[in-house]
């Protein structure tokens, strides 16, 4: 089984390119999907100890929990340190069932993967990039979102030039939906093709 690290900082388009992978029949673990569950699930006590008054009715306010720790290093590692362990249980699991299946290839979508280290357990990464006019309009335009908590966001993710420096692969998703699904195809064929040549 062949593990692809797909990333990109917010507003370029790895939400889209992830569906596309799932379109051509590819697995798809999806970190933030994880994270959410989590949110309504084992992480909950864990982050009302942590910051009490964030969570209620036996799920996180997300919206309270960004105002404790956005901008507040401290406290990023602590909810870092909380989640970061749950979900790579869940990221475990996935890859066991998808081995159990015998599925050739996977999709690790994880927004930080760089951050976190993740690159060093896949087999190549995948860069989403659509340049930074095309992020901030992008970000911009969602319900609730500033300048401001943008700025903190990015400030917490590696930089998208240096991103597309480490990638092994870069999808550019500036242009049309279908440019960005013919660039999956034409990187699943690649990279099936290459799986297969080192078995030969």
Excluded: W
């Excluded at 960004?66 to 507040?72: K, M, R, T």
């Excluded at 015998?102 to 060093?120: A, K």
């Amino acid at each position: 089984m062949r593990i692809v690290g797909l990333t990109g900082s917010i507003g370029m388009g790895k939400s889209t390119t992830s569906a596309f992978f799932r379109e051509a029949g590819i697995p798809v673990y999806d970190a933030d999907a994880a994270v959410h569950r989590l949110y309504s699930g084992a992480a909950v006590p864990l982050i009302e100890a942590a910051f009490p008054g964030t969570t209620a009715d036996g799920t996180v306010d997300r919206v309270r929990l960004g105002a404790a720790v956005l901008g507040d290093g401290a406290a990023m590692k602590t909810l870092e340190a909380i989640i970061h362990p749950l979900v790579g249980q869940t990221q475990a699991r996935f890859r066991q069932a998808c081995g159990a299946r015998g599925d050739r290839l996977i999709v690790l979508d994880i927004p930080l993967l760089f951050e976190t280290g993740g690159n060093s357990r896949v087999d190549v990464v995948a860069v989403v990039s659509a340049g930074a006019a095309a992020q901030r309009s992008r970000v911009l335009a969602r319900p609730g979102m500033t300048a401001e908590k943008l700025d903190a966001i990015l400030a917490r993710q590696m930089p998208d030039a240096e991103k597309r420096r480490r990638a092994h692969v870069v999808l550019d998703t500036s242009r049309d939906f279908a440019s960005a699904r013919r660039q999956v195809a034409a990187f699943i064929r690649a990279f099936a093709a290459d799986g297969e040549s080192r078995h030969a």
